[in-house]
């Protein structure tokens, strides 16, 4: 189960990193008029929805460990929690269900964006810095 929830977390990743590129590659074969204008916007929303889906995945996927390992969700008590787990995943446990606590996954994916988003404008101009330099050779 953790391999799978490990997987899905990299292809996540993965995809966040190769949109930009793959779109900026897309838009400057399209010859547009607004080239950075349509890319911002296009990428802007993509990417955003991208972190959301990131974020919410962090949060449901430890979720779905804990009660993976048979972790009450639901009860009102430490005891009652802690009941259906094995002595040897107590520790496991116990580290996914501190890292649930702190600021829900909404707000981790409105502060990650604001670091996120350089990086879209970095692989614009380096784009266009590689294109420039493609056609004067």
């Given at each position: 189960?953790?391999?799978?929830?490990?997987a899905i977390k990299f292809a996540l990743a993965i995809a966040l990193i190769a949109c930009p590129i793959l779109l900026v590659n897309k838009l400057f074969k399209q010859n547009l008029k607004y080239p950075f204008s349509t890319y911002l916007l296009f990428i802007?929303?993509?990417t955003f929805v991208l972190v959301i889906v990131i974020?919410?995945?962090?949060d449901y996927s430890s979720q779905?460990?804990?009660?993976?390992?048979g972790y009450d969700l639901?009860?009102?008590?430490?005891?009652e929690r802690f009941k259906n787990v094995e002595i040897?995943?107590?520790d496991r446990v116990k580290e996914?269900?501190?890292?649930r606590?702190?600021?829900g996954w909404p707000l981790k994916a409105l502060i990650f964006y604001p670091f996120y988003f350089p990086y879209l404008l970095i692989v614009y101009v380096a784009n266009h810095f590689y294109k420039n330099i493609k056609q004067t050779n």
């Open positions: 189960m953790e391999i799978l929830i490990t802007a929303v993509l974020a919410w995945w962090s779905l460990l804990l009660s993976n390992y639901e009860a009102l008590n430490d005891l040897e995943n107590l996914l269900d501190k890292s606590m702190g600021i």
